[in-house]
Nanobody, 115 residues
Framework: QVQLVESGGGLVQPGGSLKLSCAAS????????MGWFRQAPQKQREWVAT???????SYPDSVKGRFTISRDNDKNTVSLQMNSLKPEDTAVYYC?????????WGLGTQVTVSS
């Protein structure tokens, strides 16, 4: 059973930065594409970033140029560097596998962007 644990969230002012981390246990991590998602209050969960097995990345326009996803296959971790944060980035952030059935969702990590 794969377990996902997200961390690194917090309260930050607009324009600030945060780096999120996700640890995945119980999987052959390097074989999977991984992604970050977020869910704001009363909104559906949305995709934020993908990093594929080969290290290539994709982002939606809403975060492109501000967010950077990375992975460490030796440590089974995936990270999300978030810069130039905006109030609309406020959400609970989750990581999960991309391209096949999702693993059980972790608890996520809360990111709040507010002055």
């Amino acid at each position: 059973q794969v377990q996902l644990v997200e961390s690194g969230g917090g309260l930050v002012q607009p324009g600030g930065s945060l780096k999120l981390s996700c640890a995945a246990s119980g999987s052959i991590f390097r074989l999977d594409h991984m992604g970050w998602f977020r869910q704001a209050p009363q909104k559906q969960r949305e995709w934020v970033a993908t990093i594929r097995r080969d290290g290539s990345t994709s982002y939606p326009d809403s975060v492109k140029g501000r967010f950077t996803i990375s992975r460490d296959n030796d440590k089974n971790t995936v990270s999300l560097q978030m810069n130039s944060l905006k109030p609309e980035d406020t959400a609970v952030y989750y990581c999960n596998v991309i391209g096949r059935g999702y693993w059980p969702w972790g608890l996520g990590t809360q990111v709040t962007v507010s002055s």
